[in-house]
């Protein structure tokens, strides 16, 4: 067994014995907040097909008589809540309460490459698509034969109508996981693509089928 | 002080009879300055009588003869990125605002499309390029029909020139100078509503308003408008909706039938509701 395999056998059992996400919640800006879920509470995603559905309101903030109501972005049960800070004026970040999100199969893989591929991120909150050139030799033979190196015009970010090229900037690879579709939005510092260096495509090929053919 | 932000506008003007695009003649002057250890101009406009290769946004064709005003000007990227993002916005109002000067009903489509009765008479690119020194550049493409009035199969129904609208030919010209004198307004009240931004809210967390927005929205017909959006709303088309109105950064707010509603910051919109016959062609 390689390192690499002992170090892959590591991440898969994390996840087996704990498979869930814990996302923090915090406070967008200072305010004071006041919660509307308790510990324990399942909450609902943002859903519907243009993400226009919020998820279930977890908590209002309010500063200069502005209450604004934030609602979870992830499905899952409330794990912790800082019920100390009722009624209280917090700063931007504070952490207010945990949600703990259950994984799914695909999220697991997609968990353990994310370990794995260098992920390139938005920018900004923007409309992405791809380069023409990346856009034509994707198409041509799929993402996963598509070398890029830095330096290179990959994708398109749109903004209020002003396109702006972007530049890849990580470690030569092939395009192995594409993260959104074109003209989908993606917000600041989600990924885009996984870039995966091409002696490490083996390994990673391997954990994929080792998830699908041993997880539930 | 507005004036001041916007002076460098036409601070070098390029004139050429024929150009492939004005945008890519921006580039290789950027390019060609750099080898010469200097940096292009802020405000350096290309201007052709006719180009050869023009395109609008997904390398859609723009018809672009003698006759219509052709041009790109090039500004540095010195705004904040709040700012930037009403790059577009400005250079729209600019350009509604000259076709105005001549009594005609131009307005603005979210985000810029400069329409007349649902006609296009002029549309906008807007593309902000790196060069290999590392300077970034906004290049401002605008195209609007003047005095040609021949469109191609396709392009006859949803196009217009202003010399259709008006009595006689435009002093092209003339036409320019004033075009150039709305964009130093427009791109110096932007710089100046960003500076009052920053002296208003030194957090950053208030909402952004400024003169441009305000002007912008006199003049855009989108508001109340049923349309269909779409990120490139000719080739696919995802949702029709209401616009009922525009977020503080410029995004259009979109009601759905169901009463939900859709902020889009990016992405096109087509009038279904109106004269328009079809989606303009940048």
Redesign the interface.
């Known amino acids: 067994m390689s390192s690499q395999e002992i170090q892959f056998d590591e991440i898969l059992s994390r996840y087996r014995s704990d498979p869930y996400e814990y996302v923090d919640m915090r406070a967008i ?1 200072t305010g004071v907040v006041h919660f509307l879920v308790d510990e324990k509470t399942e909450v609902d995603a943002v859903s ?6 919020p998820g279930t309101a977890l908590y209002e903030i309010n500063r200069e008589r502005n209450p604004k109501k934030v609602t979870s972005k992830t499905n899952g049960l409330v794990d912790s809540i800082h019920l100390e800070l009722e009624g209280k004026f917090v700063e931007a970040g504070e952490k207010l309460l945990t949600i703990r999100h259950p994984l799914k199969k695909k999220e697991i893989i997609e968990g353990i490459l994310q370990e794995v591929l260098f992920l390139f991120e938005a920018p ?4 992405y ?1 791809f380069a ?1 050139d990346i856009q034509s030799r994707i198409e041509q033979k799929g993402a996963r034969s598509v070398f890029i190196q830095p330096g290179d015009e990959i994708i398109t970010m ?8 972007v ?1 890849y900037t990580g470690d030569p690879g092939i395009i192995h996981s594409v993260y959104f579709q ?2 989908d ?1 993606v917000d600041a510092g989600q990924p885009l693509i996984g870039v995966c260096a091409e002696e490490k495509l083996p390994l990673v090929q391997k954990v994929i089928t080792r998830v699908k053919a041993e997880w539930e | 002080m507005i004036l001041r932000y916007g002076a460098p506008v036409g601070s070098i003007v390029e004139l050429y009879p024929r150009l492939d695009r004005c945008m890519s003649q921006l580039k290789t002057m950027i390019g060609d300055c750099e080898d010469c250890g200097d940096s292009l101009a802020a405000g350096t406009v290309v201007i052709a009588d006719s180009l050869t290769g023009s395109s609008g946004r997904f390398a859609r064709k723009w018809h672009a003869p003698a006759g219509g005003a052709w041009l790109a000007v090039a500004w540095p990227d010195i705004f904040l990125p709040e700012f930037t993002r009403l790059l577009p916005f400005a250079v729209g109002l600019a350009c509604c605002r000259t076709v105005r000067h001549y009594q005609i009903d131009a307005r603005l489509k979210w985000v810029n499309d400069i329409v007349v009765s649902g006609k296009k008479i002029g549309g906008i690119l807007c593309e902000t390029v790196l060069s290999k020194q590392g300077e970034r550049f906004h290049l401002l493409g605008i195209g609007i029909n003047v005095n040609n009035t021949r469109f191609p199969k396709g392009l006859q129904n949803i196009s217009v020139s202003m010399a259709e609208l008006l009595p006689g030919s435009i002093e092209r010209n003339q036409f320019l100078g004033r075009l150039l004198a709305e964009l130093t307004l427009s791109l110096g009240m932007l710089h100046h509503d960003e500076a009052l931004f920053l002296q208003r809210v030194p957090d950053g967390s208030t909402k952004l308003s400024g003169h441009v927005m305000q002007w912008w929205q006199q003049l855009c017909d989108s508001q109340g408008r049923l349309v269909v959006f779409g990120h490139d709303v000719q080739k696919k088309p995802l949702y029709q909706a209401r616009v009922t109105g525009f977020d503080h950064t410029g995004g259009v707010v979109l009601t759905l039938q169901n009463g939900e509603t859709v902020v889009e910051s990016s992405g096109e919109i087509r009038y279904l509701d109106s004269d328009c016959p079809a989606e303009s062609s940048r």
């Open positions: 800006h519907g097909e243009w993400k226009h559905i900004e909150r923007a409309r698509y023409m749109s903004l209020m109508k002003r396109d702006t090229p530049y074109p003209g939005s």
